[in-house]
């Protein structure tokens, strides 16, 4: 899904809910609360239609789909105080800092264009202000004469930089984004914020799975300089629970035996990272630490419908160990989920991956995870258990 011959760019101008910050998510939540008013159950596969559009725009179609009994401005007057209360809990998508801080070091022209009104982008970029500060410029949806699909919006933005469209990259993660875009004669790199949906993207000139996979060095921009020995060094985060009886065909069809973990508990952390092989540190309650890699996502060759967590110990054990508690300190990013053209191919790169993340972990900069706190307050609870 990329083009052969790509654009040098000069500026890059981003969406922001949903590329930058997570509004989809937060959104999903309100509407849930919102609904049981009205005796509905919101049903997130909705999602996708609101994505991209101006809120007049999602409020009608919340009304057109669940048959509410008001106007689409009714309901937009209800939910937005209920959504703005919630703005101050918009988290950052991974990547997001990482790439702007990056952009900004190297003294790149930075541009906000998004359908949302002035007001609730001020709003939203009050709690993150390293996003706002690194904005030459910010075009918002009720500035324009047509929100997008039409490319008004990326057009302005460019005037305000000064620049031609065609030297401008633009990141999107929505259908209509990446069409207003491309009708301003802009590339675009597409980050869909729904899973799966990566091949409704065929006018992006490149589509990407998270910020996490960026390579600005395509463009012609200055190349990241934090990868280490192919692994990415990201925020730890800590996951843990029984291990669980999985798909069964981890060591059957892969003969390599993941260890399933039940998700129920990390339903949000599964949400806010995105899906890829990881790695980092794993300890079974009754034998020790081991290093791991995790895949974290859908498995696209398995067709999964759920978000998994499934880590591989790096290591051979002569026997299943289901119903041992197993806790994971995951430290380093790999790559993408990709899907395979054959269980052989598939089989080959969990290798490669393995030995990437076995020569990783002997670094400093993830070794020292084997002694997290994390760790050490499991040993206690699990010894405090015991003596109770």
């Known amino acids: 899904m990329m083009s052969s011959a790509r654009k040098l760019v000069s500026c890059v101008i981003f969406d922001l809910d949903g590329t930058l910050v997570n509004t989809d998510g937060l959104v999903s939540e309100v509407l849930k609360v919102y609904l049981v008013k009205y005796k509905k159950k919101w049903d997130g596969r909705e999602v996708q239609k609101i994505i991209g559009k101006t809120p007049i725009e999602a409020a009608a179609i919340i009304v057109e789909d669940y048959g509410l009994p008001l106007s689409k401005e009714d309901l937009l007057s209800e939910f937005s ?213 995790v895949s974290i996502g859908w498995n696209p060759y398995f067709s999964n419908t759920e978000k998994s967590i499934e880590p591989w110990l790096l290591h051979k054990f002569d026997e299943d160990f289901y119903g041992e508690e197993l806790h994971l300190v995951i430290v380093g990013y790999i790559r993408p989920e990709a899907n395979f053209p054959s269980l052989e191919s598939l089989v080959a790169k969990i290798h490669e991956d393995g030995k990437l993340a076995e020569k990783a972990l002997e670094l400093p900069i993830y070794a020292k995870y084997k002694d997290d706190e994390y760790f050490k307050s499991i040993a206690l609870d699990h010894n405090n258990h015991f003596s109770q």
Not at 125 to 151: M, N
Not at 177 to 193: D, E, I, N
């Open 81 to 293: 105080p209920m959504l703005s209360d919630q703005w101050c809990k918009l988290k950052a998508l991974p990547g997001a800092y990482r790439l702007i801080g990056h952009l900004r070091r190297h003294g790149m022209k930075m541009a906000l264009a998004s359908n949302s009104p002035r007001a609730n982008i001020e709003t939203k970029l009050s709690y993150h202000p390293t996003l706002r500060d690194s904005f030459a410029s910010i075009v918002a949806g009720d500035e324009v004469k047509a929100g997008k699909p039409s490319p008004e919006i990326y057009l302005q933005a460019a005037k305000n930089l000064r620049l031609n469209p065609s030297k401008c990259l633009v990141i999107e993660d929505s259908l209509t984004g990446v069409c207003a875009a491309k009708a301003a004669k802009m590339s675009v790199v597409a980050v869909p914020s729904l899973p799966n949906l990566s091949h409704l993207y065929t006018k992006a000139d490149e589509v990407i799975n998270s910020l996490l996979d960026m390579r600005p060095e395509t463009w012609g921009l200055p190349p990241f300089d934090d990868w280490i020995d192919g692994t990415l060094p990201v925020e730890p985060w800590r996951v843990g629970g029984s291990v669980i009886k999985g798909y069964g065909r981890g060591s059957k069809m892969l003969g390599i035996p993941t260890a399933n973990l039940s998700v129920e508990r990390y339903a949000t952390e599964l949400s806010e990272h995105p899906a890829g092989v990881y790695f980092g540190w794993a300890k079974l309650s009754t034998r020790g630490f081991y290093k791991m890699v």
